[in-house]
């Protein structure tokens, strides 16, 4: 069977849940690298592989799938081992609910698609306020279902959505992180576990050796 084939960006939030995924389940896959900010995914072949012109898209079992929280899914559904829903009905509604939150209501707003839209000026405030109210309710949220992790004890797909948003708020955009003590405690846990290293961005074959962090929000226009 053909190893599966990730087409990644290494900061892409949506390609580091994709990427966490697959190292949670221990698949091994190949990097196809596209390059966002050089508008690699606006060129006519990847257009083809994914309409919406998006990373991630994932090459698996014959199929060419987009989305990262539907890739997860399809992960899950057809590689049940090392799971990352619970078995609990409730349990997995909390974290399809927690993950949607991130995923849905949360982490678009700071996407260059949108962010290109935004008076230069504006982009850190836009950004900031959106993610600090977000991650306002995503903590009262957490502090309802959490144990170790988002919902009890158990890694799930809100935990793999949780920690791009952090390192989001925290590195890029120097969100106030002080005020979400559940988010923090839960973000410091999943970070020594060594499938949320590998899917880091700077554990990317595509991150730049020398990147700096700086220099790279100002070519975004921070």
Known sequence: MAKPVLYSYFRSSCSWRVRTALALKGIE?????INLL????????YSVANPMQQVPTLEIDGHRLTQSIAIMEYLEETRPESPILPKDPAKRALARQISETIASGIQPLQNLSVLKHVDDEKKAEWVQYWIDKGLQNLEKMLTATAGK????DEITMADICLVPQVFNANVKFKVDMSQFPTINKIHDALVQIDAFKASHPSSQPDCPEDLDYVTHMKDLGF
């Open 149 to 152: 992790y988002c919902v009890g």
């Open 38 to 45: 050089k508008s690699d995914q606006l060129g006519e072949e």
């Open 29 to 33: 896959y190949e990097t196809k690298a």
